[in-house]
């Protein structure tokens, strides 16, 4: 057994102290997510077709907004958009009629596979997404909402307050949909005029790549 003296000890603890302040410097930090029932944070991001867009604008023409992390490689993501299942476009497909707003949102690096106005396009171009693709490369509006998975779901209703956040459904593994869809439901609600009885779930999904 190895006895330190209390010079060294005292050593011994600054440099551990310096490396874990070393270690999290260049972890992701935890910002206060958007919380249900209060403002969304206001954003403007450009889309891959160059396309700004800003959420306060849908919100002041009384839409109420869904936005949806979005990795085009992310199995999770792919799940929802196979031919089998396109599960986020059968949604906007049946909202088409009402004034809901449907935004993606890529939070991947610059330098990263997966971001990038090539790669997204080709997503859109492969799975017939008409939603705005917006890049946010930075990871500024990502880290503003918490967002951590793909896909990572939130409601924001005409008023620009949050009102469901989380999954898209219940069943969290990538090889189909769940029975129950937690955005379609809640934003039945939100354009009822109903309190949304599930606001707030775990996603599920890859991490996003900030």
Not at 21 to 47: C, H, N, R, W, Y
Not at 81 to 86: A, I, K, L
Request: hydrophobic fraction near 40%.
């Amino acid at each position: 057994m190895i006895k330190l003296t209390k010079s060294r000890a005292v050593l011994f603890a600054l440099s551990a102290s310096v490396t874990g302040a070393m270690m999290g410097a260049g972890a992701l930090q935890d910002s206060k997510p958007a919380e249900i029932g209060a403002k969304a944070p206001d954003f403007t991001l450009v889309d891959i077709n160059g396309k700004k867009h800003t959420l306060s604008d849908y919100t002041a023409k009384g839409h109420t907004v869904v936005l949806e992390w979005f990795n085009p490689d992310c199995p999770f993501v792919k799940k929802h958009y196979r031919e089998d299942t396109g599960t986020m476009l059968a949604i906007q497909q049946d909202m088409k009629d009402e004034k809901v707003t449907w935004l993606l949102i890529n939070s991947g690096r610059v330098d990263h596979s997966t971001t990038g106005v090539e790669r997204n396009s080709k997503a859109v171009d492969d799975w017939g997404i008409t939603a705005p693709v917006l890049l946010d490369e930075s990871g500024k509006v990502g880290m503003a909402y918490n967002a951590k998975r793909t896909p990572e779901m939130y409601i924001i209703d005409a008023q620009g307050v949050l009102r469901y956040h989380g999954a898209i459904d219940d069943r969290s593994d990538a090889a189909a949909p769940g029975k129950t869809n937690y955005v379609r439901n809640a934003l039945q609600q939100v354009l009822a005029g109903e309190t949304v009885t599930t606001a707030q779930t775990k996603a599920y999904g890859c991490s996003v790549k900030y």
